[in-house]
């Protein structure tokens, strides 16, 4: 198993492109999480999904979007993109029931704008 | 509100001492919380979770976490720390009102000195 996988590693915007990040897992997990982490704040949960076709808002959810057509694929949406959004982007999944909670991270996806 | 927070950005331990990295949480009724660790460049690992039971929650590498309802304290242990140990650990919360939603902490850097 490759786990999550996420792409790109690494990304510089201009203000104002917009860009999708790339989320994918292959444990066939239900659940699937955005988050992206800022120096000395932890993780911040931007968008989630229980399930194909189902997406709910996180804590930070302006300026994103998410769509979930799969059960493996969760990718996140930048639009018109901001300085205040440059961060470290993590995907995670988990799976439902007794193991909800334990999440399966990718390695993150760099992003800067400029 | 449902949160964690870690009171220490940094602790430093020496190689065979025993480590504590301290979370406390305000979360009414029965929180689940969670311990993960995050290696240079990485995404997070589960380390351990308490959902109810016992106390004293075992979970990899070694760590253990005492929960304490009276101090709202979740404790990550180690009786022994090695070198390897050294990275960035984060607490987190279940939502007690979304189960689907997690809140982390903001983080404690561990250095393990040898």
């Known amino acids: 198993n490759a786990g999550v996988t996420q792409t790109p590693k690494f990304r510089i915007l201009k203000i104002g492109q917009s860009m999708t990040l790339q989320c994918a897992q292959d444990?066939?997990?239900?659940?699937m999480y955005w988050y992206r982490q800022d120096p000395g704040m932890g993780l911040k949960l931007i968008y989630y999904s229980v399930g194909a076709g189902i997406t709910d808002k996180g804590e930070v959810p302006n300026g994103y979007n998410v769509s979930r057509s799969t059960t493996e694929d969760f990718p996140l949406r930048l639009e018109l993109a901001a300085p205040s959004q440059t961060s470290v982007y993590f995907c995670a999944s988990s799976s439902p029931g007794p193991r909800l909670g334990e999440q399966f991270f990718g390695p993150g996806t760099r992003l800067t704008v400029l | 509100a449902q949160s964690v927070a870690q009171p220490e950005d940094q602790v430093n331990v020496a190689e065979g001492n025993p480590l504590t990295v301290k979370c406390t949480y305000s979360v009414s009724g029965n929180p689940y919380l969670f311990w993960y660790v995050q290696y240079p460049n990485r995404g997070l690992q589960f380390l351990l979770k308490y959902i109810t039971g016992d106390n004293l929650v075992k979970g990899s590498y070694g760590f253990e976490a005492e929960f304490n309802k009276s101090q709202t304290s979740f404790h990550l242990k180690k009786p022994s720390a090695l070198v390897s140990d050294s990275a960035l650990y984060f607490c987190?919360?279940?939502?007690?009102?979304?189960?689907?939603?997690?809140?982390f902490g903001s983080g404690t850097k561990l250095n393990v000195k040898p």
């Open positions: 444990m066939n997990h239900n659940y």
């Open positions: 987190a919360v279940r939502g007690l009102y979304n189960f689907n939603k997690f809140y």
